[in-house]
């Protein structure tokens, strides 16, 4: 089965830029951020260089998604952060676009989003200002539309592709289309009702929400009950020892 997106469908107020080949959409990106005007999208064929969270590497085959969001928002880094959110949101919408609402997409803490308990998408906010205030934001996307890594870090979710799992084919820049529509409508949500909507949505996708999970950062490990969001974005856990918030880990299932 294939499908896809129309330029019609492209949010009038923002901009893209489709290139062949960059080391990352998000170094792109930081290049080009001084010189947009508007929200853009920057999109590559092909990545050489594409990373993950913590400087991980990330696996990008040609057709797949690699792009980025470059935005300049308002308001202080704890909110800005909180587009993580959003975009992962969003991009659980586009799939549900796609799909027709077939598979089950769910939504890991802090910003990867599984396809039938798989890794299908990862998401990287990386941002540069002074002051306390941001000069812009890039909300790098990528998505195993067509093939998933054949390598998985030990204790990960073990990744999966859209084609793979459901059969349906979907270029790059037609997912993309898809993806900038769904994500303006949860950008604009954010802008009208703050954080306390898309918590609720979040949460109603929310992968392993009531159950076990471990949280670790460095060499510190937080194995509890994965109770809620709150309200600043943070992890919650009931463990042991009492009810832990934590801003920043990885999560295994």
Same mark, same amino acid.
């Given at each position: 089965m294939s499908t896809s997106g129309t330029s019609e469908d492209w949010p009038q107020d923002? /901009? @893209?830029? +489709?290139l062949a080949q960059v080391d990352s959409t998000n170094a792109e990106a930081a290049r080009r951020a001084p010189d947009l005007a508007r929200p853009t999208w920057i999109m590559a064929q092909r990545q050489t260089r594409g990373r993950g969270r913590r400087g991980r590497a990330w696996s990008d085959p040609e057709g797949n998604l690699a792009a980025t969001l470059v935005l300049r928002p308002e308001g202080p880094p704890a909110r800005v952060a909180l587009? #993580?959110?959003v975009a992962a949101l969003a991009l659980g919408d586009a799939l549900g676009v796609v799909t027709g %609402?077939? %598979? %089950?997409v769910t939504l890991k803490w802090p910003n990867d989003v599984l396809l039938n308990g798989r890794k299908l998408a990862g998401i990287l906010l990386e941002s540069a200002g002074a !002051? !306390? @205030?941001? #000069?812009? +934001?890039a909300i790098g996307f990528g998505v195993n539309l067509s093939h998933a890594p054949d390598q998985v870090e $030990? %204790? =990960?979710? =073990? $990744?999966? #592709? +859209?084609r793979g799992e459901t !059969?349906? =084919?979907? /270029?790059?820049? #037609?997912f993309l289309t898809v993806l900038a529509s769904c994500y303006a409508a949860r950008e604009a949500q954010f802008a009208a009702g703050g954080f306390a909507p898309i918590r609720a949505a979040w949460l109603a996708r929310a992968a392993r929400l009531g159950q076990e999970i471990t949280a670790r950062t460095g060499a510190a490990e937080t @194995? !509890?009950?994965f109770e809620t969001v709150d309200e600043d974005g943070n992890l919650v856990l009931s463990t042991a020892t009492g009810r832990r918030a934590i801003a920043a880990a990885d999560v295994f299932f």
């Open positions: 923002h /901009d @893209r830029i +489709l587009r #993580s959110f %609402g077939r %598979g %089950g !002051g !306390g @205030r941001l #000069s812009h +934001l $030990p %204790g =990960a979710v =073990a $990744p999966v #592709s +859209l !059969g349906i =084919a979907i /270029d790059p820049e #037609s @194995r !509890g009950r």
